[in-house]
Every structure is written in C-alpha cells, then in structure tokens.
C-alpha cells in the first residue's frame, strides 16, 4: 500500500468519462470491482459511486506498474493515472456508459488493501438481508443501492429549492424535547442534570412548528428525523424522516395547491414526467364506501358493492345476521377473475381471515355458468338482483364479506388490492395521485368508552360541523387531507384550531380537563393568547416518497443505515448495555428479575 501526494488528484469520477475525453489524461480512484488477467493483456474494472470504467494493462505498460496490477484483488482501493482512449473493436460494452472507452494506465498506486467481503458486491445482491445489513458499509457499495441513496439526496435538495422559492424558512426545530401524547410511545432521553426527569425525541415538530407560526414566520419548513416507538413493518422505521412545513394565513386549499406544485416539480424534474394537477379528490367516507381504504389504489377498479338491503330479506343467517347486527354484506366484482382457481379463491378466503373477516362467500361465471359457495342458500331473486348489482359477465369473479363495517372495510380493502397484484395489475410506473378529505375529526374506544382524537387535538373541524361537537361528536368531519400515491399514504396533515373557545370545546368531548391539558401542553395554549394566525401544514414521509418514485417496496432501501423489525441494528448491535457508571450518573438501576428500567430510590 501507498500514501497519496500532492501530485495524487482526482480529476473525475469514473463514469463521467465518455468518447468526448479520448486523449485525456486522468487520474482515477475507486474500488476494484473484478480483475481479468489474460497473460499479456490485464483489464481492472474500476468502480466509484458513479459507475465502473475500465483500466487497461498491455505490451505498453511498464513492467512495475503490470506488476502491481497482478497483486490488485476485488474491493482494493486504487489510485489510477492514465490516458482515455477507445476499446478494441468487438471490446465495446453496450451494458455501461463508459463502455467504449478504457484508461490506458501508466501509474497505478495501491491505496488500501481488502478482505475478502462476506458477499460479493453485485446490483440486486440475493444475499439474505442479515448478511448484507451487518455489513451495511459494503452493502452501500452496491451501484443499486448507491443509486437510490443518490436520488434520495436528489430528492431532498429538490424539496429544499422548491420550498425555498416559494418562501418557506427553513428552521431546525428540537430532538430533546418534553413527551407529548400523539398516538405512538415516545423514546425518552434521561437527564443527568435533572435527575428522575426524561425528555423524549419528537414523533413530529408538530407543536413546535405551530409555535413558529405564533412567532409569525408565516411559512415554515423542515428536513425533520421524527422517531416513534412503535413495532415495524416493511414501510416503517423507528426513526425517519419528514418533509415537513406549516403555513400561516392559509386554508386547505393553499395548503393542497402548494404540495401539488411540490410534487409536480419534484416529478417532472427527477423522474421527467408531467404530472396532471389538480389531483382527484375523495372523502374519507366516499373512499372508504368505495374502496374500503382511507387511501386506496386508484390504478384499477375492483370497487366495494353494498348488497346489504338484499342480504337483509335473506334466509341464509351469515348474510342476514351481519345485517341485523349493525353491520353490512359488501362485495367486489373482479373482472376477469374466473381464471382464478379453487386452490387459489382458498386462500384468498385465509387471505380475510387475516383482517379479522370470519370467511369468504364467492362466485365465478364461465360461459354462462355460475359456480358459486353462497348461491344455493338464496332464492333465484336474491341471487339475481346480486348479480345485477354487480354487472356479473362471462370471466368475473365476485367475492363478498359480510360482518361489521369495520372489518368488512378492512377485508374488501385489502383484498380488492391483493387481487390485482395477483392478476399483475400493479404497475409502479403507473403513477395515480389522489387526495382524501374530510376524516372523522375523532374515533371512539369501546374499550375506553371515550373519543379519541384521529389525528391530534390541535385539528380544525368543518366549519359547518362545529355546532354537533357536542351533540354528535362522531358525526364532526376534521378539515384534514392526505395525499396519495398508489395506495400509499405519502403525508397528511391538517388546518390547526386557532381559536382558543373551540379548543376548550374539543378538550372537552375527549374528557380532557383544564388541568391535564396544562399539563400537557400548557406552553403551546399558553403561546395561544398572544395573537394566533389561522394555519395548517403538511407533512411528507420522506423514506416512502423516494421509494415510491423509484419502485422499491422496502423503504430499508433508500436509508443508509435502517433498523431491522425488532428496531435493532444488526451492524452495530445497538441498542446495547449501558455502562453502570453511566446509568448511576443518570440515577437509574435496571430490575435484573425483569430487565426493565426503574428509577432508583
């Protein structure tokens, strides 16, 4: 190995070479991804976070430097100097941009030497993610993964120029901040200088950028990591990241106008495609009564069918039963679903049961045959007015759930989505935007026999729902909005209550006292009664947004360094034990019968 001098200056990056360069000296630095040794004749492929260009050894190259070549393995860092000039004719490789040109090297230093790696660094590596994550350092070293890293820098700097010309102030909000109650457990942070006292890490800057707003800086933005305690699954992380802003003086429709604009910019820059504005609009009621989701998939149809005024009249008790009980009898006709077989409508029938629905009922229709699980526990009307209902052809196959709302929402929704993604509906370059309106502004516990807040105790109501905040609090629409992307929740936000009267009012139908809602957030009320703007904001989840763009379906893809499902980090090993010094600083003892922290005496 040697050290780099002052006459050691990269000139480029590996792949920003082309034909236009031939005759160019350069010197390049980067990995070794293979070696090929041919006698005579040696080529090194050299690889940076640009791509791979070739270093060629031949009769012209001076002994020493062939010599070197010859001790170069795979994943060594080199240091190369040479001059560009064209392949051999039948040496061109149309697979790489830099493959009709090579470096013909006549200076060529060993900077580092390696192992050899646990697994070979190749795009789409099948190595079993444990593998790779442990040695997240080389897995970045994919071209695949360095690419999505890149477009998610990409992305990220869009989204600052953007906001920044549209007048968006850029403010770092807080990481140690006091635990406020936003649906998910906080991570708590002790202080060693305020003994038995924890902060938590923001689930949002939400309060804080409202904050900002009362401060009057009218239009905020952030790049904010957010952390929730929460189990995992394929598109959540314990810590993530938001696009995250706030506007003063603004209403829904500003708020849905500017994002757009974002998303525009942001497609038609990176991904060059023209995205058609204004989006689609739903209500949360219309989408749920037709999709069964809160963001559905909008690329096919598959839509929900209420047949519940026909399963009603019905003998057959699993249809008439789920009526009589407060809930509904909903179907959807997949077209051309008939090709599905029994073995194949059985699991869908274990794919509801999943969503909590107690079975499946069915029907398929071949040439003017009907073959179905629940048509002979009808009359002929009852199956023919459902059939008509549903617009059955030749090739169509029906599926139907009948239990309480909830759960049929559920099943349906997920279903109708599983369907297509069977049928290879689901394109990724098909790109359907969509925005949902008008959420329930609470949500009851049976449990708890209480309202909750949907969303957080700061959302505005419809303005015509403000007089049934008392009388029919399930009936109060919130002025709240996501945005969507083929079934996926990009972000969501709301209009914030600005008026301190109604907020009293909604602290009052969530059983929320004077006293505990000082508590919890007396800073922010008391903020509230120095002059407060009407505002709202939004928020995108960053880690979905750019996988979405790029047709990844784990957002661990587009983070350098994510978590696993248990919220471990199989590199580091983290969390871990905590030195006992440390812990006696911070005056906590760990209950070693139970592992879990208490505070000392």
């Known amino acids: 190995m040697t050290l780099l001098t002052a006459n050691d200056k990269r000139t480029c990056l590996c792949a920003a070479l082309n034909a236009s360069n031939i005759g160019d000296t350069v010197c390049l630095m980067g990995w070794v991804q293979r070696r090929r040794n041919l006698g005579s004749l040696m080529f090194i492929d050299l690889r940076d976070r640009s791509g791979i260009i070739q270093l060629a050894f031949d009769d012209n190259t001076s002994p020493d430097v062939f010599e070197t070549a010859l001790d170069v393995r795979p994943e060594y860092v080199l240091c190369a100097k040479g001059i560009v000039r064209s392949r051999a004719e039948g040496a061109i ?319 349906l929704g997920a279903l109708r989505c599983e369907v297509a993604k069977r049928m290879g509906l689901l394109s990724p370059k098909d790109r359907k935007f969509l925005w949902v309106t008008d959420f329930p502004l609470f949500e009851y516990s049976e449990e708890d026999q209480r309202y909750y807040a949907k969303h957080h105790p700061f959302t505005m109501m419809k303005d015509e729902d403000i ?36 907020q009293k009012r909604l602290f009052s139908v969530l059983d929320l006292s004077e006293k505990e809602a000082n508590e919890k957030f007396g800073f922010l009320l008391e903020a509230f009664k120095y002059g407060v703007p009407p505002h709202g904001g939004l928020a995108f989840g960053l880690d979905r947004l750019v996988a979405l763009i790029l047709g990844l379906e784990d957002i661990r893809d587009v983070i350098a360094f994510p978590k696993v499902q248990n919220a471990s980090e199989l590199m580091t090993k983290c969390p871990s034990i905590a030195d006992p010094l440390a812990l006696q600083e911070l005056h906590i003892s760990i209950d070693s019968a139970s592992g879990e922290a208490a505070k000392s005496e």
């Open 93 to 411: 490789n149309k697979k790489l941009p830099t493959g009709d040109i090579e470096i013909a090297v006549d200076s060529l230093k060993i900077l580092s030497e390696s192992q050899t790696p646990p697994f070979e660094i190749v795009e789409n590596s099948k190595v079993r993610p444990e593998l790779r994550l442990k040695h997240r350092y080389l897995d970045l070293r994919r071209p695949d993964l360095q690419r999505h890293i890149l477009a998610r820098s990409e992305i990220t700097r869009i989204a600052r120029e953007y906001f920044a010309q549209n007048g968006f102030v850029d403010i770092e909000t807080p990481s140690l901040i006091a635990p406020t109650p936003e649906g998910a457990r906080d991570y708590l942070v002790p202080s060693r200088v305020h003994p038995g006292k924890f902060y938590a890490l923001p689930q949002s800057p939400q309060l804080y950028k409202q904050l900002l707003m009362v401060a009057g800086f009218d239009r905020y933005f952030q790049i904010a990591r957010c952390f929730r305690d929460e189990d995992l699954r394929a598109d959540r992380q314990p810590e993530f990241t938001q696009i995250d802003l706030e506007m003063s003086f603004v209403t829904e429709e500003d708020i849905i106008t500017i994002n757009e604009g974002f998303l525009s910019t942001l497609f038609e820059r990176f991904c060059n495609e023209k995205l058609e504005t204004p989006f689609p609009r739903l209500t949360y009621a219309e989408a749920m009564t037709r999709f069964g989701s809160d963001k559905p998939d909008m690329r096919f149809g598959f839509e929900l069918c209420d047949l519940s005024d026909i399963a009603a009249k019905s003998e057959f008790k699993v249809f008439s039963n789920a009526v009589k009980a407060g809930g509904s009898v909903r179907g959807i006709n997949v077209k051309g679903g008939a090709s599905f077989s029994r073995k194949e409508i059985d699991s869908l029938v274990e794919f509801v049961k999943t969503y909590r629905a107690k079975g499946l009922a069915w029907l398929k229709q071949v040439n003017g045959e009907q073959s179905s699980s629940y048509a002979k526990f009808l009359s002929d009307d009852e199956n023919n007015a459902i059939t008509a209902r549903l617009a059955v052809e030749d090739g169509d196959l029906v599926l139907i759930v009948a239990d309480k709302d909830a759960v049929v929402f559920d099943a």
């Open 467 to 502: 007089d049934l905040l008392e009388t029919d609090p399930a009936s109060v629409r919130a002025k709240a909005y996501d945005i969507v992307l083929n079934g996926t929740e990009l972000g969501g936000g709301s209009i914030r209550i600005h008026n301190p009267d109604i």
